[in-house]
């Protein structure tokens, strides 16, 4: 399993924090049951916060994922995948028609 990144573990603390007061504020809740509930369930909306925070891709799997033409990448798969080349050290050839 990877380690959470700083985004993750920021994202995640912050929904937890602003979760548990805003929930804490408006249920006007004193009872020691409803407060736990509140707890865990701001605790797992912080979890699904940090875990839904996208990772960041290493350059070499973005030129690979272009080599394939991956939807991801802008423009067409063919300028794509001419373009890694390129980045890649290799020289361009022309099409042929």
Do not use: D, F
Request: charge should be positive; include cysteine.
């Amino acid at each position: 399993m990877p380690r959470p990144t700083a985004a993750q573990l920021a994202y995640g603390s912050c929904t937890v924090i602003c979760s548990t007061l805003a929930m804490l504020l408006l249920s006007q809740t004193s009872s020691g049951v409803g407060i736990a509930v509140i707890a865990l369930a701001a605790l797992a909306l912080g979890l699904l916060v940090a875990m839904t925070v996208p990772l960041p891709k290493s350059r070499a799997s973005a030129v690979g994922s272009a080599a394939a033409g991956s939807p991801a990448v802008p423009g067409s798969g063919a300028m794509a995948a001419a373009a890694a080349r390129t980045a890649a050290g290799r020289p361009r050839t022309p099409a042929r028609r």
